[in-house]
Nanobody, 119 residues
Framework: QVQLVESGGGLAQPGGSLRLSCAAS????????MGWYRQAPGKQRELVAT???????NYADSVKGRFTISRDNAKNTVYLQMNNLKPEDAAVYLC?????????????WGQGTQVTVSS
């Protein structure tokens, strides 16, 4: 079994910061890719950032320069440091990982953590 546990969401003021984390546990041979998506009310789910175990990153244009994704491979954990938050960043943030187990790559999703940005 593989489980993802997300934490770090909450309330921040515009210009503030939050740090999200997502820890994967269970029967894992290796994590291929870790990433964050978000979904705001009335909008489709969108990619925020991804990172490979080798450290290659990809960001949505809307968060470049403000968000930083990182990982701790030893702990099977991915982080999202969010700086200079804007009201439009408010959404449910969902952790996504692609995990190698049983010689296959499968995607897993966390339950989501709410990020609210308001003054």
């Amino acid at each position: 079994q593989v489980q993802l546990v997300e934490s770090g969401g909450g309330l921040a003021q515009p210009g503030g910061s939050l740090r999200l984390s997502c820890a994967a546990s269970g029967s894992i041979f290796s994590i291929v890719t870790m990433g964050w998506y978000r979904q705001a009310p009335g909008k489709q789910r969108e990619l925020v950032a991804t990172i490979t175990t080798g450290g290659r990153t990809n960001y949505a244009d809307s968060v470049k320069g403000r968000f930083t994704i990182s990982r701790d491979n030893a702990k099977n954990t991915v982080y999202l440091q969010m700086n200079n938050l804007k009201p439009e960043d408010a959404a449910v943030y969902l952790c996504n990982t692609v995990i190698t187990t049983g010689n296959v790559n499968l995607p897993y999703w966390g339950q989501g953590t709410q990020v609210t940005v308001s003054s």
